[in-house]
T-cell receptor, first 109, second 114 residues
Framework: GQNIDQPTEMTATEGAIVQINCTYQ??????LFWYQQHAGEAPTFLSY????GLEEKGRFSSFLSRSKGYSYLLLKELQMKDSASYLC??????????FGKGNQVVVIP | GAGVSQSPSNKVTEKGKDVELRCDPI?????LYWYRQSLGQGLEFLIY????????KSGLPSDRFSAERTGGSVSTLTIQRTQQEDSAVYLC????????????FGPGTRLTVL
């Protein structure tokens, strides 16, 4: 089976930096996606990593280590609008995405 | 251009009834996916279509679930004889091609089975 693990919830202060971790054990691996999902809305694409290392995109960065089955999403200069669930998803060899349960980030003033 | 659209946005039905959920993918996207998101759970893959190839139905939870995609565009997910455990948000996504191309999600249909 597919196993994608994320912490369930974290709270952080506006302006801070938060790191959201994801570990995965999947059959077949073609990359790691991060999505943001606000309550009641569709998931929106944040990043895709297929090679080891850090990809930076504005306030958001994503890191992948294939040998460790590990990824993280780094959010800098947190804003209130960043309060959302962050979904980690592994792209399997059969073109499916296997999702974790999501990490709910609550940003407080 | 427009994103992925789904209808209805909300559907309340009685146990045992059939329901149809519709998805309009982004124009030109050849791959279309259906997922289910139950309360407190991650997105669960149901089925995907790639061009004119036979769909990958291996995620469908039972034979009460079926989906079709007409003309390589609009897709309909049908649930027959609905059960209370079918209550969830049903999300559709499309991508230019299957594989590493980013999947873009629609707003979902919230299905409640009474």
């Amino acid at each position: 089976g597919q196993n994608i693990d994320q912490p369930t919830e974290m709270t952080a202060t506006e302006g801070a930096i938060v790191q959201i971790n994801c570990t995965y054990q999947t059959s077949g691996f073609n990359g790691l996606f991060w999505y943001q999902q606000h309550a009641g809305e569709a998931p929106t694409f944040l990043s895709y990593n297929v090679l080891d290392g850090l990809e930076e995109k504005g306030r958001f960065s994503s890191f992948l280590s294939r040998s460790k089955g590990y990824s993280y999403l780094l959010l800098k200069e947190l804003q209130m609008k960043d309060s959302a669930s962050y979904l980690c998803a592994s792209l399997l060899g059969n073109n499916r995405l296997a999702f974790g349960k999501g990490n709910q980030v609550v940003v407080i003033p | 251009g427009a994103g992925v659209s789904q209808s209805p946005s909300n559907k309340v039905t009685e146990k045992g009834k059939d329901v149809e959920l519709r998805c309009d993918p982004i124009s030109g996207h050849t791959a279309l996916y259906w997922y289910r998101q139950s309360l407190g759970q991650g997105l669960e893959f149901l089925i995907y279509f790639q061009g004119n190839s036979a769909p990958d139905k291996s995620g469908l939870p039972s034979d009460r679930f079926s989906a079709e995609r007409t003309g390589g565009s609009v897709s309909t997910l049908t649930i027959q004889r609905t059960q209370q455990e079918d209550s969830a948000v049903y999300l559709c996504a499309s991508s230019q091609r299957a594989g590493t191309d980013t999947q873009y999600f629609g707003p979902g249909t919230r299905l409640t089975v009474l």
